[in-house]
């Protein structure tokens, strides 16, 4: 469950930001700019929404295939760190995302983990030793 709300949270933020990028290149189009720098922000935009479609919403769309078919890959490995919102952490030197309100690993702790193969999101984690 939680990975559809963050597929769909990911999702709402690209549409935004292509929406973003469309009224400023209408905007353009119809030279209605009033400073200068304006002209740039679609291209601003643009990157900006590559980037998100590209690190965060199209990996979680083909891995919803995964998730539904629960086919997961596997891991074991030592906690090296776990990111400042407490959704993700790094294994391996790969970093891998999971529901903050369910799991609560620490750095230090062996874990075997199944996870999605493009996105990295952790559907299962067991503890190897606390």
Same mark, same amino acid.
């Given at each position: 469950?939680?990975?559809?709300?963050?597929?769909?949270?990911?999702?709402?933020?690209?549409?935004?930001?292509?929406?973003?990028?469309?009224?400023?290149?209408?905007?353009?189009?119809?030279r209605?700019?009033?400073?200068?720098?304006?002209? $740039?922000?679609?291209?601003?935009?643009?990157?900006?929404? @590559?980037?998100?479609?590209? /690190?965060?919403?199209?990996?979680? %769309?083909? =891995?919803?295939?995964?998730?539904?078919?629960?086919?997961?890959?596997?891991?074991?490995?030592?906690?090296?760190?776990?990111?400042f919102?407490?959704?993700?952490?790094?294994?391996?030197?790969?970093?891998?995302?999971?529901?903050? $309100?369910?799991?609560?690993?620490?750095?230090?702790?062996? @874990?075997?983990?199944?996870? /999605?193969?493009r996105?990295?999101? %952790?559907? =299962?984690?067991?503890?190897?030793?606390?």
């Amino acid at each position: 469950m939680y990975y559809f709300i963050n597929l769909s949270l990911h999702f709402l933020i690209s549409l935004t930001l292509m929406l973003i990028f469309l009224h400023f290149a209408k905007k353009n189009q119809l030279r209605k700019n009033k400073r200068g720098i304006s002209f $740039l922000l679609p291209s601003l935009f643009a990157v900006i929404f @590559l980037v998100q479609v590209m /690190t965060f919403t199209v990996p979680r %769309i083909l =891995d919803s295939v995964n998730v539904v078919k629960a086919d997961y890959r596997t891991v074991t490995g030592q906690v090296e760190s776990v990111r400042f919102l407490n959704h993700a952490l790094v294994i391996n030197g790969k970093t891998f995302y999971y529901n903050p $309100l369910i799991y609560k690993p620490k750095v230090g702790d062996e @874990l075997k983990i199944s996870y /999605t193969p493009r996105a990295g999101y %952790i559907a =299962d984690l067991e503890p190897i030793s606390w």
